[in-house]
Each structure stands twice: as C-alpha cells, then as structure tokens.
Nanobody, 125 residues
Framework: QVQLVESGGGLVQAGESLRLACAAS????????MGWFRQAPRKEREFVAS????????LYGDSVKGRFTISRDNIKRTMWLEMNNLQPEDTALYYC??????????????????WGQGTQVTVSS
C-alpha cells in the first residue's frame, strides 16, 4: 500500500521560507512522477509543482514560479518543496501526490493516483 507523509508546514510571516518534505513508502519511488498541490478554504485544489522520475522534467504553477523549487531523492524516497518569499496567498493545505506516469512532469491532478494527508502552511502579512 502506498503511503505519503508530508511534513514541514507551519506559520510564517510574509517573505519568509519553508521547506516541505514528502516521505513515500509502499511503491517503487524512483519510477513515477510526483507532484505538490495545495488547497485553500473554499477553493479548488491547485497545482503547485511536479517532477518526473529522474528530475529532468519539472513544471511549476504560474503563481509559484521563481519562488518555489521542487526536488527529489530516490534513494531517500523523499520529495521536497522549497518555498521562498512566501505570501499570504500561499496559505493552504499542501498535498504531495504520486502519479502512474513516469516520463514527463504533469499538472493535471486527475493523473495522480495516491495522495498524502497534507501539511498546513499559513503565511501572515
């Protein structure tokens, strides 16, 4: 059974940074595309970033491009999201997810099969 556990969320002030981690178990971690999504209250789940199996193909959502960096370590079975210059509009529950795709990063949430429980990020102004 695939398990994804996010960590690293918290309360920060605008302009500060956080680093989220997603630890995976129960599947061949190094084979599949992984991604980060977020959901704010009363909003749809939004694509944040995606990375393919070897880190060569990466996509970012427009609202985070230039501020967030996605990475992965297949030996450690962990994916990270480095978030810099956080703003109040970044406040959301952040989820990591695994798709069954391999080659190219993917922004469509319907392509993702397994999801973590989420970690809360709150940015105060």
């Amino acid at each position: 059974q695939v398990q994804l556990v996010e960590s690293g969320g918290g309360l920060v002030q605008a302009g500060e940074s956080l680093r989220l981690a997603c630890a995976a178990s129960g599947h061949t971690f190094g084979d599949f595309v992984m991604g980060w999504f977020r959901q704010a209250p009363r909003k749809e789940r939004e694509f944040v970033a995606s990375i393919n199996y070897n880190g060569v193909s990466i996509l970012y959502g427009d609202s985070v491009k230039g501020r967030f960096t996605i990475s992965r370590d297949n030996i450690k079975r962990t994916m990270w999201l480095e978030m810099n210059n956080l703003q109040p509009e970044d406040t959301a529950l952040y989820y990591c997810a695994v798709s069954l795709l391999t080659s190219l990063a993917e922004r469509d949430r319907n392509a993702y099969r397994y999801w973590g429980q989420g970690t809360q990020v709150t940015v105060s102004s």
